[in-house]
């Protein structure tokens, strides 16, 4: 799976996805076969961290 290379853009798509459709990060990660410390990292840039009880970047 192609992600959205726009930090901005990728925030919201990852954020949507988390809400609808995963439980958390590593389900999300292992089901479009992306590197999970490659999203932390691209949404660090735009000070974005992931939060495991919101289950969302904040």
């Not at 959205?4 to 809400?19: F, K, V």
């Not at 490659?38 to 919101?54: A, H, P, R, S, V």
Request: with cysteine; glycine share 6%; hydrophobic share 35%.
């Amino acid at each position: 799976m192609k992600l959205p290379n726009d930090p901005m853009i990728l925030l919201s798509y990852i954020n949507t996805q988390l809400r609808d459709f995963y439980p958390n990060l590593e389900d999300l990660c292992k089901s479009l076969g992306v590197e999970q410390q490659g999203i932390i990292d691209k949404l660090g840039m735009i000070d974005y961290k992931y939060n495991t009880e919101l289950n969302k970047f904040i």
